[in-house]
Nanobody
Framework: QVQLVESGGGLVQAGGSLRLSCAAS????????IGWFRQAPGKERVVVAA????????YYADSMKGRFTISRDNAKNTVYLQMNSLSHEHTAVYYC????????????????????WGQGTQVTVSS
C-alpha cells in the first residue's frame, strides 16, 4: 500500500507556472506507476499525465502535451507535475494516484486503473 500527498497548488496568474509534487510513503514507491488527474468545478475527473515506475516512459492527455511535464525522483519518493503557460481553464483540484498494474498508454491514462489516491491540491488560475 502507498499513501500519497499532493502539494504545490495555489493561486497563479494566467501565463504563469506551477510545479506540483506528489509525495509518497512506503518503501515500494518505485513499484507504482503514477498518474496526475484534475477535476474542475462541476466536471468529471480527467487524466493529465502518467509516468512509468522508472520514469522512463511518460504519457499525456492530448490537451496537455507541450504544456505539462511529469517526472519522478524515486530516491525522494516524489512525482512532479510542471505546469507552464497556465490559463483559467486549468483551474481545478489536481490529484495524484498510483496503480499496481502494468500496461500500454491507454491503461495508464485511465483513471479506473488507479487504486491509491491523494487528497488533491487546488490550482486556481486568475485571468
Amino acid at each position: 500500500q502507498v499513501q500519497l500527498v499532493e502539494s504545490g497548488g495555489g493561486l497563479v496568474q494566467a501565463g504563469g507556472s506551477l510545479r506540483l509534487s506528489c509525495a509518497a510513503s512506503g518503501r515500494t514507491f518505485s513499484s507504482y506507476p503514477i498518474g496526475w488527474f484534475r477535476q474542475a468545478p462541476g466536471k468529471e475527473r480527467v487524466v493529465v499525465a502518467a509516468i512509468s515506475r522508472s520514469g522512463g516512459r511518460t504519457y499525456y492527455a492530448d490537451s496537455m502535451k507541450g504544456r505539462f511535464t511529469i517526472s519522478r525522483d524515486n530516491a525522494k519518493n516524489t512525482v512532479y507535475l510542471q505546469m507552464n503557460s497556465l490559463s483559467h481553464e486549468h483551474t481545478a483540484v489536481y490529484y495524484c494516484a498510483a496503480t499496481s498494474g502494468l500496461g500500454s498508454e491507454g491503461y495508464y491514462l485511465s483513471s479506473a486503473k488507479y487504486i491509491y489516491w491523494g487528497q488533491g491540491t487546488q490550482v486556481t488560475v486568475s485571468s
